[in-house]
């Protein structure tokens, strides 16, 4: 009796019917424009991946030391040498020059797309109301699920895994970004304009520079983020350690999965130290970030 009145006062919403409608109709209305956009982005990978495994390895990894050696310390530098060198060995290095390639570009997208918006939010209340939903629908929705309308709109191969590392990655750069900005102490603020500092002056040269710390707070997190994604990403073609992993998975060999995730946590390793000593060196991070 229960369960009848359930299904009489309680009807079924095909709400997976209504999204599968307007894929499709997204889809055929707009397929010139998303065969634009997959050309554009598999060419913003493959720029990079080109970059990052055409010159010699051992050269790539003295490049990564050296930029090690500046961002961070000696010691980030040596450990980066050790690291690169053991992919090296295990045969695995165009893979994670692949793996780099695209998280290098996701993070990139992502930023451009993240830091603007959380500027926006910062600075209209309206912003700020509108972005905090899409950003919570975002950072909860299983991964899995973008890789559905991603493949349907950009086909297999790395730009529809771009695409649903970017929408995965870009939260924290949003987030972080407002924070930062939000938390300048306002009497700073006031006293620009009252110098006669426009509303674009004192964003550009007091809020931004004040923020900057917890803004690359939201860079390294996009980065590991980005990085999370790459196993997931191969599901869907993406070329790189990820594919190792999944290959590892599916015939059941320890050693090469164990291999390719080796390799995914010298990178996070390497990028994490990279991006974090970065920000320490504009300061300590803004107190709440």
Known sequence: MLALLQDNLVPRIPLGSWVESFVQFITNTFRGFFNLLTTLLDFLIGTFSFILTQPPALLMIAIFAAIAWFLASWRIALLSVVGFLLILSMDLWNDAMMTLGLVISSAVVA?????????????????ETSL?????????????????PAIILLGLGGPPALVATVIFAMPPAVRLTMLGIQQVPKETVEAAHAFGATRWQTLLKVELPLALPTIMAGVNQVIMLALSMVVIAALIGAAGLGTVVLQ????????????????I??????????????GKRHGPVVKGA
């Open 111 to 127: 930023l451009l797309v993240g830091v603007p918006l959380g500027i926006l939010g910062a600075q209209y209340n309206l912003a």
């Open 132 to 148: 905090r939903p899409a950003l919570d629908f975002m950072q909860t929705m299983p991964a899995f699920v973008y890789l559905i």
């Open 248 to 263: 590892g998975l599916s015939r059941l060999d320890v050693g090469m999965g164990f291999e390719g995730g080796l390799g």
């Open 265 to 278: 946590v010298i990178l996070a390793i390497y990028l994490d130290r990279i991006t974090r000593n970065v």
